[in-house]
Structure formats: structure tokens, C-alpha cells
């Protein structure tokens, strides 16, 4: 059976959940279709950089000018995605001093706020930075957390009434006499939030338009109907450190190249990148080698980087396009600009408009591009407001002391849970009492994993993405059961087991790229508690094993008497 | 004044307090270093001997000892070492432990719903045994976000367990702040200052249907753990326990406690430094061991030495991206080349990172990578020793207990 909507969605990343937002606050009736949870794609899996526009002054300055427009746009609408920590561009005793006169030049062109500082005044700014570092250029780079900025878009699409279904796959477009009408999708679960363990259903929806925002898998998209969308997918190393070695976004002052910049983001740092064109964007090596390059590389700008503790590398892949017979070979070459694919237009098959290429600190001006596109087809004629109407959670300040005070919180995880939830933060505390804390590393309490996992339902991934929970240095190590448990008794135990597995899974997959050191320490710690401690491994529930009890000590025999009553309490233990 | 000591053991852990505790009883004098806290309260608190084989779960560990590989820490050791070893463990432990009634294994439940074999349980957690057929009622507070009872209560019934068993959450007396760490829960039942006792079991009575047993997370108190459940047992009229939990550990901290005392009344001192460096003569024995102490290198002679300083988690073994290796006194840590050779992609497949250790020969004495010993009066114990997944096979404490028995009586032996 089919369901309706004016516009069809595909993409739950930054550009997917712009449309639909935009697209919603103009009245539109829309549905997004998303294969994983938000983020799933590339958005979740940068470094999380709010260019400043600072990194293409030399190479793309009409890119340039964008992003500082956008960077501005959202430190007004999305103020508590953002953290304003500035960025230096700074310059070794071996990079060209002609270049670093070039990006200064470049970003007074674009307009972007630039000042020129000492080796020692960027060292009064950032004290890790090489002795021998020369000088830098200041710009307002800053960090942006993707996850919160696409919930909070997708938040206020429902808002006004657009349907957001994550873990729905798109299996094929529904081509009625050469014309795309709609798509068929494979739910996970139930329709809305996830439900492990519920078997999925099928879903025709029809769609006087589609918008394929699919990014890196955008080409899937389109060879179902037999389109070539030429995304060139490219992978990227960023590589997370456990603590916050600079405060700074520290990019090095060259023209370009791998391993060139340090994110600040949260409690962390993150090292990026490299850039290598792939085939699959699912399915690619994910190499030692591009670690080693950028924690080697970024140490000469931050030389204690060398010694200092990751705790995992994750990959992303760009999706790159560039109109057909560019033919560009070296990936690092390609534009960084977006394109606006019109079906109709390019291939004759209209109902589908493609959207490939671009970059996060942009998303909301594609958005609004392809959205101002989508209502001319359709005869909407309402404006964008997205520019000034602030997502929810920055409507206004979080009030922080008052937070803090009225929940009784220690004032660092207060302040945390604050930043997190901006002026959702009173909401979300009141609705948990008591609110004990259940990831102690990021210091996330019960009433924000509660106020995720009902967005979200069972995916604890989707959780942990809302509010960092097992994203610290434990790496869910030591709380990972605690949010399964959670879900209890809402979901039953055998979907909390799942939930805990599919977690402990994907927290794996980024340590792998971590272990030596503490981490490898950090490793052997969960294994041991997993393992021996909760037994996780051998779990009769899991492994399904009929274990025969009576095999086993039951007591008897014991010649202790009544074991309450006895066990020899210990005076002067000590400890805390 | 010089330091001079029979043996001097490196490490705190069960091991090295084990060596500790069996060289003294060969007479030596004994000196023990450790330079931080011990991984005691990492552990739930549980003896693991020996719970799986071939990942398949045993009942009775030390017949299946004797078909382990010869690689493992007990196929040097013997199954005799670990016998001596859990006598020793007997001994020392006394009241607080149960399970030297039998050498099968107990099953216990664990605070994930899970449950674990193991060979010796705090006397806490006795009337918590899976095999017991009596029904249980599990409690949690709701602000102790690492046990959930009813959760947990779902999931033992998903493993079959042969009771009936029942979650219910309470709130814990005084309501604790939000984030309180585990111990404060346990202090406040040990002063028991405004009843917390009876005020907890008042709050359970409530929820109890007259279940045989009733479970409590590991937190009832560090010193007065028995006088708390008698409490707690006398008003439910039900046989009450705690289930082990991880870090920080209640029944590991109790446990540290008493072999802190063994070490005490057998003499043996304790020093809280690191040890940064050793000294040999030049023929292949060790001489000294260096302790940090205010920025100098203070020599710490002995005529033996037992290397007792933890596995991976209590860094006796350390590694960069290059490599792994043993940081005292530098023994060889075989190891793959290529660090993405050190584990496998599956979270609970067969992982090599967990034996990294020394190489040891029946003796325990540490190999170099030609297979010649290190130190002729050197000797290892506990999970420095490598060769073994103590976390997959269930086997920590116990080889803890065997190669420490062992490796201190051997020491000891050595000076007499």
C-alpha cells in the first residue's frame, strides 16, 4: 500500500535535513527517508570544522565567501551546535612564505576577519604549538557538532509536520511513463523511531517531487532509474585524541595536503585527514598507514601529539562530484562546490532533482538552493526563512547557573548537559528526578539518554550521537550496559541485549585503529569487563546454551553456617 | 642505609601478594613495591579458576587444566600449584569466602543479567548461586545507574535460570545525589548514622513477595558487610547477597583489605613507589631494583625477585605503536609486528591483545626471544605472565593464585 507527500526526501546528513526543514517551514508537506540514523553518511563522520572560509582564500574564493556568509548565518541560528573556538592558519620555518601571503590576501578579499600573529603570540594562544612555528593567521574557524545541528533540523521540520523516518531504506524509485513518482522503502523496524527485534515492512511513497540528497551513495540513488549521477566518493582518516591538546582549530598554512588540521570538538580533538578516491563508499580500507600520516604530520605543529592517547579513528567518504568529462585525477583537485542535478532538464526523466557535492558549513545555503528549486516546480511560493529563524535548542540561551541549581548537579556535568541541549536544557533535566549520571567519562545523565531514546527508540547509536554518551575515553566500556538498561522496561530485555551488542560493535570498530598504549590498556579494562565481570561472552541468554545447573556448586555442602549471618567483616578497610 | 631484603616482589596485585605472603612462609625476608593502587578494585571480586575451555562452559575446572595448551600459565605451573595456591587463598581469606567446599564451579549472576562461572564467591554473594533453586527478588536504587534490576531479573529468566526471579528498583535511604560514587553507598550503610539499615529494608519490604533470597548490587557496605545483610536478612526474613559489580569494587576492596592484613602479620613490607630501573652483576643475576622516591633511585637489593606487576590494565605490560613491552625489567614480550595483527574485528572473537605477557619457563622465570632465561633469580607471576585470555576463559585469580604460590615458594626457596 502506498502513502503520499508532496516532497520525498532521501538523506539523512546535513543537506537532506536542511531541505526538509526548509521545505517544512514553507508549508510543503515532506517525508525524509534515511538508511541509518541521522548522520549515518558523511555528516557524521567529519571533523567537525565550521570553516571560517579561511581554508579555500587561495584556491576557491567563491567557496570562501560562502562559508564565511554561512559561518556567520549559523553562530545566529545554530549557536548551540557551535562552539566559537577561532582557528589559526599557521606556517612552519619550511612552508612557503609567499603562500602564507597569499591566504592573507585571499581571506581579506572573501572578508573573512584575519589577523596576523607572532610565533609567540600564536604560542600564547595555543601553548602546545612548535617551538620553531613562525607565525599564524586568525580567522573565525570554529566547531560545529553535526549530529546536534541535524536533529535540530530535523526537529523542527516535524515541528511543522514534515515526517523524518530513519533506518528506511530507499530499495528502488517508482518510474511511472518515464517519470520518477516516488520510492519504495524498507523499513527496519516499525515505522518511526527504531525497534530492534520488530520485523520491518515495505513502503511505496508517492511524491509529486523527490530530492536525492543521498551524497556519497547519491549514484545508488539514480541507477535505479538508470541516472548517472558521478559521485566520487573519497575517504578521509580523522582521528580522535582524548583530550584537548589546543582550544584552537590549528590548520597548517599550506597550499594542500593530508594530515593538515586539528578540530577542538567537546572533551576531544580530531586529527584530519586524508583523501583518496574509493569505489564503494561502504566498503574501503580503512589503513594503518593514514593514522600513522596524520598523528606524524600534525606533531610538527603540536609535537606532545606524538606521545599523546587516541582512543579511535573513524573514516568518512567526501562526496565529490564534478560534471561529467572534468576528468580530474587527483581527488584533492576536485571542487568542493555543489551542483544541482535537474533531472528533467539533464536526462529527461523528470520527478528528481539530485543535489552532490558541497560541504557542511554550507548546508543550509544548498538547502535553501534546492529548496527555492523544488517550490518553483511545485508553485510554492512562500520565502526562506531558515537564515533567521533559530533551531530549536537556540532559541535562547540555556540557562546554565539555573540548571545547575535546580538539578543538583556537579557543575561540570550541568555545564555539559547544558551546551548539549541549549535552551532545551530545563525541558529535558525536569522531566528525570532523580537524574543520576549513566556516562561518567562525558558526564551524561539519565534524563538526556531518556530524552534520546525517545527520538531514537532502541538504536543506541542514535543515542549515543544525541548526547555523546560512550563517546569518552571508556568508550562505553563501563557504560554501555548502563545505557541499554535504559531502554528497560519500555523495550524488553531481548531488544536492550540487541541495542547493547549493535553498541558495543560499533565502539569497537573505531578503537581497533587506537590500540597500543593506554588504549590498548583502556581495551584489555572492558575486555575484562565484558568478558569475565559481566560475562557478556559467554552469556547463556546470547550464546544459547542449555546450561545444565545442577552441574554447578549450589551451596551444599557448604559447612559455613547460615551465609548471611557470617563472612568476617573487614574493620579497618579503607578506601573510597 | 642499605635496602636488603631475601625477595623483593615487584607488584600489588593477588599475585604479587600472593608471591609476597609464599616467600615469607619459606622464611625469607620479603619486601613488596607496588606504585599504585591495586587492580583489586577493578575486579568484581569473584576467583576465577578456570570456566571455559575451547569457549566451551565447565563444571569442574581442575579436570579440564590438564588438556590446556602448553603455552598456558597453568601447564607451567602444574594443577598442583593451582590446588596450593586456592589453599593459600583459603587460608588467607577465611569467613569472607565461599566455594573451597567443592572444586566445581558456582555460577553466579552478574549485574548485566548474565551469569559467571567461577571457583571461589565473597561469602556476600553465596545465597546468589544460579544453581540454588530458591526464588530471588532482585533490588536496585534508582540512582545507581549500573544495576538495573528488573533488567537484569528479564535476563537471567532469558538464560533459564532454574528460580524465579523478580526486578524491582527502590530509592536508596537519605536519596543520594544524583551522581554519588559507589562507595558513598556503602559508607552510609556502614555508620548506618540515620538507619539506613532499617530504612532500606523497609523500603524492600514493600516490594518483597516473600522470595527466599533477595539481591542487592554490591554496595552493602565496606567494613561492616556482614552485620549490614544480617540486618537487612533478619527484617525480609530472606536469605540476602550481593551481585559483583565492576569498578570501584566493593568485594575487591574487602579483598584487598585482607590480604593487606596477611601481608601485615607475615611481616612483609610494603612500599608504595614505582620502581624505574635494576641493577645486575654483570653475570646474569639481578641485584637491585630501583624505587623513585622524591627524584632519586634508591636500590632495593634482594637475593630473588618476582615480577608480579598486571597484565595490560595494571600496565606490567606497556605499549606504543611500535611495540610491546615489559617496562621493569624489560623481558621479552612476544608480539605480532604489525599492530593491526594484535587484535580481530570481532569484539568477542578470539583476540590476541589479551596474551600479551612474558614468556616463562616451568620454573616461571621470564625468556628472552633466543629462549634463554633473563635473570637467573628472576621470576614472574600473575598476568605479566602472558599465554592466557583470563577474561574469555574466566581464569584471572587463578592464575594469579597458582603462578604466585609458586613463584614466591620458589623465590623463597632460593634465598633459604
Not at chain 1, 540557562?399 to 555539559?416: C, K, N, Q, T, Y
Request: charged share 25%; glycine share 10%; proline share 5%.
Amino acid at each position: 500500500m502506498g502513502t503520499r507527500t508532496e516532497v520525498l526526501v532521501i538523506g539523512g546528513g546535513s543537506t537532506g535535513c536542511g531541505v526538509v526543514r526548509d521545505l517544512a517551514r514553507r508549508g510543503v508537506d515532506v517525508t525524509l527517508v534515511e538508511k541509518g540514523n541521522l548522520t549515518n553518511g558523511t555528516t557524521g563522520r567529519m571533523h567537525g570544522l565550521l570553516h571560517s572560509g579561511g581554508r579555500y582564500a587561495v584556491s576557491d574564493q567563491a567557496s570562501a565567501r560562502e562559508c564565511i556568509e554561512e559561518n556567520r548565518v549559523l553562530r545566529d541560528i545554530a549557536g548551540h551546535c557551535v562552539e566559537e573556538t577561532g582557528g589559526l592558519f599557521v606556517k612552519r620555518p619550511e612552508d612557503s612564505e609567499e603562500y602564507f601571503q597569499e591566504k592573507l590576501q585571499g581571506c581579506r578579499d572573501c572578508d573573512i576577519p584575519a589577523e596576523v600573529l607572532t610565533g609567540e603570540e600564536a604560542r600564547a594562544r595555543e601553548p602546545y604549538l612548535a617551538h620553531d612555528v613562525e607565525k599564524a593567521i586568525a580567522v573565525p574557524d570554529a566547531a560545529i557538532d553535526p549530529f546536534r545541528l541535524c536533529v535540530a533540523n530535523a526537529v523542527d521540520a516535524e515541528n511543522h509536520g514534515a515526517r523524518i523516518e530513519t533506518h528506511a531504506e530507499v530499495t528502488d524509485l517508482l518510474v511511472e511513463s518515464g517519470e520518477i513518482v516516488g520510492a519504495t522503502i524498507q523499513h527496519a523496524s516499525g515505522k518511526g523511531p527504531r525497534e530492534h527485534g520488530t520485523p520491518g515492512e515495505e513502503e511505496d511513497i508517492y511524491a509529486d517531487h523527490v530530492v536525492n540528497a543521498a551524497g556519497a551513495w547519491a549514484g545508488r540513488i539514480g541507477d535505479f532509474a538508470d541516472l548517472d549521477v558521478a559521485v566520487r566518493p573519497s575517504k578521509g582518516v580523522m582521528t580522535v585524541m582524548n583530550t584537548r591538546q589546543v582550544d584552537t582549530v590549528v590548520n597548517r598554512c599550506r597550499p594542500k595536503g593530508d594530515a593538515d588540521i586539528i578540530v577542538p570538538h567537546e572533551t576531544a580533538c580530531i586529527l584530519g585527514t586524508t583523501d583518496e578516491e574509493v569505489g564503494d563508499p561502504e566498503d574501503y580500507p580503512e589503513d594503518e598507514w593514514e593514522v600513522d600520516l596524520v598523528i606524524d604530520t600534525l606533531s610538527e605543529l603540536v609535537p606532545i601529539l606524538q606521545e599523546a592517547r587516541t582512543i579511535r579513528s573513524f573514516w568518512g567518504v567526501r562526496p565529490l562530484y564534478e560534471p561529467p568529462g572534468t576528468g580530474t585525477q587527483d581527488p584533492t583537485d576536485i571542487t568542493r562546490d555543489y551542483f544541482t542535478l535537474d533531472h528533467a532538464e539533464r536526462d529527461d526523466v523528470p520527478g528528481m532533482t539530485s543535489i552532490v557535492g558541497g560541504k557542511l558549513t554550507t548546508y543550509r545555503m544548498m538547502a535553501e538552493s534546492i529548496t527555492d528549486h523544488v517550490c518553483e516546480k511545485l508553485g510554492v511560493e512562500a520565502e526562506c526563512d531558515t537564515a533567521d529563524v533559530p533551531l530549536p535548542g537556540s532559541e535562547r540561551e540555556g540557562d546554565i547557573e539555573a540548571a545547575m541549581e535546580r538539578f543538583g548537579l556537579r557543575s561540570p556535568v550541568a555545564r555539559r548537559s547544558a551546551q548539549r541541549l541549549g535552551s532545551r536544557t530545563e525541558d529535558v533535566l525536569a522531566s528525570c528526578e532523580p537524574n543520576p549520571v549513566v556516562c561518567s567519562c562525558e558526564g551524561v545523565t539519565r534524563a538526556e539518554v531518556q530524552d534520546a531514546i525517545e527520538q531514537a527508540g532502541t538504536d543506541l547509536n542514535a543515542v549515543r550521537l544525541r548526547t555523546r554518551a560512550s563517546m569518552g575515553n571508556c568508550q562505553g566500556g563501563r557504560c554501555a550496559h548502563r545505557m541499554a538498561a535504559e531502554l528497560h522496561p519500555e523495550h524488553d530485555e531481548e531488544s536492550a541485549r540487541a541495542a547493547l551488542d549493535e553498541l558495543r560493535a560499533e565502539r569497537w570498530k573505531g578503537q581497533r585503529h587506537a590500540l597500543w598504549g593506554e588504549q590498548l590498556s583502556q581495551a584489555m579494562l572492558n575486555h575484562a569487563l565484558h568478558g569475565a565481570t559481566l560475562n557478556e561472552d559467554g552469556d547463556p541468554a546470547r550464546t544459547d546454551t542449555t546450561v545444565e545447573w545442577d552441574a554447578f556448586d549450589d551451596g551444599a555442602g557448604a559447612d559455613a553456617e547460615d551465609t548471611h549471618a557470617t563472612g568476617g567483616d573487614t574493620e579497618g578497610a579503607h578506601g573510597d | 642505609m642499605a635496602i636488603e631484603d631475601d625477595v623483593l616482589v615487584v607488584g600489588g596485585g593477588v599475585a604479587g601478594m600472593t608471591a609476597a605472603l609464599a616467600a615469607a612462609d619459606t622464611g625469607a625476608s620479603v619486601r613488596l613495591v607496588t606504585k599504585s593502587q591495586s587492580t583489586l578494585r577493578h575486579a568484581s571480586g569473584l576467583v576465577d579458576v578456570l570456566g571455559y575451555a575451547d569457549e566451551e562452559l565447565i563444571a569442574d575446572p581442575f579436570d579440564a587444566i590438564a588438556d590446556l595448551p602448553a603455552d598456558h600459565p597453568y601447564a607451567k605451573v602444574g594443577v598442583e600449584a593451582v590446588r596450593n595456591g586456592l589453599e593459600r587463598f583459603d587460608t588467607i581469606t577465611g569467613d569472607l569466602y565461599r566455594g573451597g567446599h567443592t572444586e566445581t564451579n558456582a555460577l553466579l549472576p552478574t549485574h548485566g543479567g548474565a551469569v559467571k562461572p567461577t571457583a571461589r564467591y565473597p561469602a556476600s554473594a553465596a545465597a546468589g548461586l544460579a544453581s540454588d533453586e530458591r526464588d530471588v527478588l532482585l533490588v536496585g536504587f534508582e540512582t545507581l545507574s549500573d544495576f538495573d534490576a528488573p533488567l537484569a531479573a528479564d535476563h537471567l529468566r532469558a538464560a533459564d535460570v532454574p528460580f524465579d526471579v523478580r526486578g524491582a528498583t527502590v530509592s536508596f535511604p537519605g536519596t543520594p545525589r544524583a551522581d554519588a560514587k559507589i562507595t558513598r553507598y556503602a559508607h552510609a550503610l556502614d555508620e548506618d548514622d540515620d538507619d539506613e539499615r532499617e530504612r532500606l529494608a523497609g523500603r524492600v519490604e514493600r516490594v518483597h513477595e516473600g522470595e527466599a533470597r533477595v539481591g542487592f548490587p554490591a554496595v552493602l557496605g565496606e567494613s561492616h558487610h556482614a552485620a549490614i545483610r544480617a540486618a537487612l536478612a533478619d527484617a525480609l526474613d530472606a536469605d540476602v547477597f550481593e551481585v559483583p559489580m565492576g569498578p570501584p569494587s566493593l568485594p575487591g576492596m574487602r579483598l584487598e583489605a585482607a590480604y593487606e592484613r596477611a601481608l601485615r602479620d607475615a611481616g612483609v613490607s610494603v612500599v608504595r613507589r614505582p620502581v624505574d630501573g635494576y641493577e645486575t652483576d654483570g653475570d646474569g643475576r639481578l641485584t637491585a631494583a630501583f624505587v623513585e622516591r622524591n627524584g632519586q633511585h634508591i636500590p632495593h637489593h634482594a637475593d630473588a625477585f618476582v615480577l608480579a606487576t598486571g597484565g595490560l590494565v595494571g600496565e606490567g605490560i606497556d605499549s606504543d605503536r611500535g611495540g610491546v613491552h615489559e617496562p621493569v625489567f624489560d623481558c621479552h614480550v612476544p608480539h605480532p609486528a604489525d599492530r593491526y595483527e594484535w587484535f580481530v574485528d570481532e569484539p568477542f572473537g578470539d583476540q590476541p591483545y589479551p596474551r600479551f605477557g612474558v614468556v616463562v619457563d616451568d620454573d616461571l622465570r621470564p625468556r628472552d626471544a633466543a629462549g634463554s632465561i633473563e635473570f637467573e633469580n628472576l621470576r614472574a607471576a600473575g598476568s605479566v605472565v602472558g599465554g592466557a585470555d583470563f577474561a574469555a576463559e574466566c581464569s584471572g585469580t587463578g592464575v594469579s593464585l597458582a603462578t604466585g604460590d609458586a613463584a614466591g615458594t620458589a623465590a623463597g626457596n632460593d634465598t633459604q
